[in-house]
């Protein structure tokens, strides 16, 4: 994995106030870089605080056209998809990093290569199914302990998937936040 993880967020009164297209930059990490999304955000400041932000993006992601919707879920990669495919942070909330430390530990290869191949056959028929990727907060669990509820997805009502996919986009690139931080007014300002 080469992509570089991003580093702590800027103060809310920075974001609030920076340029749209430095604040889409900025929050792109977060979105996996959904460009209508993103610029809707940038147009929807101030919003005060990270709760306000993400309790707006909500709302925005929800009302915008279909097409824009399954731009932003389809900007996440599929579950399970190759390592070098993700970016950084989907690459640890995938558990690419444990499965690491697991191949160290010797983990059976045959285990893995059995929960790609379902992960595969499963998001590919979920694809065909919806028309767009199968979008899930992860948690840092393991990829075999997800295979369960994309398959019971499949048995979904498609604008009911759509709003969970939405849910969990929003619910990710908010615990993404959290885990980057924000930076101090200080260290803000150098």
Do not use: W
């Not at 460009?35 to 309790?55: D, I, K, Q, T, Y």
């Not at 009302?63 to 993700?86: C, F, K, N, T």
């Not at 590919?124 to 997805?153: D, K």
């Not at 993404?176 to 930076?183: D, E, I, P, Q, T």
């Amino acid at each position: 994995m080469t992509a570089v993880r991003p580093g702590p967020l800027p103060p809310m009164e920075v974001l609030d106030h920076i340029s749209a297209g430095i604040f889409a930059a900025t929050m792109a990490p977060l979105f996996e870089g959904a460009p209508r999304f993103l610029g809707r955000l940038a147009v929807a400041r101030p919003f005060g605080s990270l709760e306000a932000l993400f309790e707006r993006a909500r709302q925005i992601a929800h009302a915008m056209p279909i097409a824009e919707q399954l731009e932003l879920i389809d900007a996440h990669p599929r579950l399970g998809a190759p390592p070098a495919s993700v970016s950084a942070m989907s690459f640890v909330e995938q558990g690419f990093d444990q499965e690491a430390a697991e191949r160290a530990a010797h983990e059976a290869e045959s285990e893995r290569a059995r929960v790609a191949a379902e992960l595969d056959r499963l998001n590919t028929a979920y694809e065909t199914r919806f028309g767009f990727r199968y979008c899930v907060f992860v948690a840092g669990r393991p990829r075999s302990e997800l295979l369960g509820g994309l398959e019971a997805a499949l048995e979904a009502v498609r604008l009911a998937e759509l709003a969970r996919a939405i849910d969990a986009v929003v619910d990710i690139a908010a615990d993404r936040a959290a885990k980057l931080g924000v930076v101090g007014p200080e260290e803000a300002r150098t």
